[in-house]
């Protein structure tokens, strides 16, 4: 580090009083002080004045000129610490900003994409996910669990700014584990929401039999009707795996009823039963019953018949 040197004895004995009140910095102390081991006037100076601070009280004259010296070096101590206040918050927005533009990435609205596929493996119960952004980059893709709904994942896509000479990419793929029985959302940012997968309509299949076990379990029970509408999730029966089925009465003088949009809709009035239906995944299907009034699981179908309004 170069050393800084004063020579000129004015300027060295107009910096005095700060320098014997402590009040320079460390490299104006260190000039002063380099002066006065060469300069024996100046060193003389700096001696009588140390004497007369210590001496006893300073002429007004002193005091206000040393008050204003105190003054001065503290207003340039304000400055400067604002100044690097400044200065950090400039730096900090500046890099919070190029960040969120490069690396963290905005929530892409799912009106953005497109060619959306699902791919579910049967053996490992995870679930392949491919897709396409338009006109935007994607920085990446994410998947959580919804904190309302048990049963729901939402699907994150990310997009930032490409950085210059690199390519933007469009195109994703993301596998997420163990979906068996959940529903799959984009959810870019979350309250705007679409629906891409769910386990049971894949699974229709198997869910249609395990409605039919129900209606063979009840042969009183007039599937027409009793409607079944199957919840989404894996329940779990004495270690066993199975869907539940929450069972509605359709009332009203010739009234049918059929699905929309996965939700059952009649032309006359639904009244919900107050017990549920729980069935195995593997066959041969059980089928047992929780009654909501007792909190108790029953073998005994006679429920539904008997709570029928």
């Known amino acids: 580090m ?20 402590h009040l320079l910095s460390e490299a104006g102390e260190e000039a002063v002080r380099e002066h006065l081991s060469s300069c024996k006037d100046c060193e003389k100076i700096y001696r009588q004045m ?111 700014e490409a950085l210059p000479f690199t390519s933007e990419t469009h195109d994703f793929t993301l ?42 379990t009840l042969p009183s029970t007039d599937p027409d009707t009793t409607p079944l509408s199957c919840a989404s999730g894996i329940a779990l029966y004495d270690g066993q795996e199975g869907l539940t089925f929450h069972p509605e009465y359709v009332t009203g003088e010739g009234a049918t009823w059929w699905t929309w949009n996965d939700m059952i809709t009649t032309d006359g009035s639904l009244e919900p039963a107050d017990f549920e239906i729980w069935v195995s995944l593997d066959a041969p299907h059980e089928v047992h019953f929780y009654d909501y009034r007792t909190g108790e699981w029953t073998d005994d179908g006679s429920i539904v018949e008997e709570r029928r309004p």
Not at 2 to 21: A, F, H, M, W
């Open 175 to 216: 596998t997420i584990p163990d979906v068996k029985g959940m529903d799959v959302c984009l959810a870019c940012p979350r309250y705007d929401r679409t629906n891409i997968y769910s386990w049971k309509n894949d699974h229709y299949e198997l869910v249609q039999r395990m409605e039919e076990a129900i209606y063979q």
């Open 50 to 160: 140390k004497e007369e601070l210590f001496k006893g009280e300073p002429s007004p004259e002193e005091s206000r000129a040393l008050d204003g010296f105190r003054s001065l070096f503290r207003r340039i101590r304000h400055l400067k610490l604002l100044l690097i206040i400044t200065s950090v918050l400039i730096f900090c927005g500046i890099l919070s900003g190029f960040l969120m533009l490069f690396v963290v990435g905005n929530p892409v609205g799912t009106r953005w994409l497109d060619r959306v596929s699902c791919t579910y493996d049967e053996k490992t119960g995870s679930l392949t996910i491919q897709g396409h952004a338009q006109n935007v980059n994607i920085r990446k893709v994410v998947w959580e669990k919804d904190g309302e709904e048990d049963t729901l994942i939402n699907v994150l896509v990310y997009e930032t």
């Open 2 to 21: 170069k050393e800084t040197t004063i020579r000129n004895c004015s300027i060295v004995r107009d910096l005095l009083p700060g320098y014997t009140e």
